[in-house]
């Protein structure tokens, strides 16, 4: 695997197509989860697929700090895990680096426990916005302090979590999931409604651990008690990782491309169905023997793809991969409008003024609004571009090549570690030319 270094620029080149049958490495936000309720149920969980990356590993070692024996044997990661109240009090802050979901999820763990903590990250982390959790986890009795809205989050021993009715104030995953966790603890049973769809990997994996939870659409419903580890524990693919595979096929001339074993849970792929509302040439299979999450084989074609106003149920189940909807629509005919996606501006960086700067460095008419993007869609050049220090930047930047007038260089790349480790290698392999010009 190539590690990319710190400030590293990578040179992408048009490629002539792409094609082959291959499979990404296992899901980002189901390998944080998978850590989480590992740690805190009772005996040891066998877990396979576990993604290897800057941000999963920043879990794997906070709960390490706190006392959990894990061991890695190749694809195999096993978690010995203590129960609800067997967590040590760490020895020093928690460190989170650059991934937001292990500070959101480990604040709903640890607002529950009888000692006293402090979350932080590198900059980027700390200057992205923390009341979101803490506001929910103290209407349920949690004991959470820190200074204008962001990290290091320090968090006290509370004297009872409460079980109480809430709603869901952000459409976001992470906060649905710190209450859920939190929930465990509490003296009753937490109800929590909210107004969008997001990603559900934390119900569904607590079911499989053995929670009483019922979850729809619009509400869940969480019994505090005990979970209990899993034998084994299978992760997907991770979809936001073919994603950037799927559009490279779809812009790419006379490609085509097979994603095997990835995970296709309806509260992720709105991807998919906006493409395909483009006029994308995707298809999936469910694979029949599909565990806690669904799974199959995603099937692309190159595609020609029209601009589109993007559907607002289509919004948060498409967020993380938005911006590769932005490229899309910039090598779409038309226009493409994109609005109510103002959690854009809380990732990495602020990716709707990214997506500006990108795709206006790229000679796209591109107009910046308070909530998304209007986008005319054209011919991309070349150019130099920064990610913002942002995996996912970094990437669909890279990934435009596919279909540019000349080459693309991309400054700061370094963070694609934190998502795609072997990002280069997998889309060199279907044909891509990305190399480290530096090498």
Sequence with gaps: MTKLGTKQKLLAKKPSSLSGILSV????SISHRAIVLSMIAHETTRIFNFLDSTDTNKSLSAAIQLGIECEKKGELLKVRGKGLYGLKPPEQELFFGNSGTSMRLFMGVLSAQKFSSTLAGDSSLNSRPMERVAIPLRNMGACIEMEEDHAPVQIYPSEQIIGCKQKLKVPS???????????LYANSKTILKTDWITRNHTELMLEFFGCPINHNDKEVIIKYG???GRNALTIPGDFSSAA????ATLLAKNSQIIIKDVGLNPTRTGFIKILQMMGGDITTTIDPNSSFEIQGTIKVRSSVLRGITVPNNLVSLSIDELPL??????CAQGITTIRNASELRFKESDRITAMVALLSKLS????????????????IT???IDSFGDHRIAMVALIASACSKSEILVHNTENINTSFPNFVETVNHLGMDIINPDH
């Design 244 to 247: 950037f595979l799927i559009l």
């Design 25 to 28: 490495p296992g899901d980002k």
């Design 364 to 379: 796209i008419e591109v107009k910046e609004l308070k909530d998304g993007l209007v986008i005319n869609g054209g011919v």
């Design 325 to 330: 909807v932005c490229l899309a629509a910039a």
């Design 226 to 228: 005990e979970i209990k």
């Design 173 to 183: 995953a992470q906060v649905k999931s710190a209450i859920l966790l939190a929930a």
């Design 382 to 384: 070349g150019g130099e």
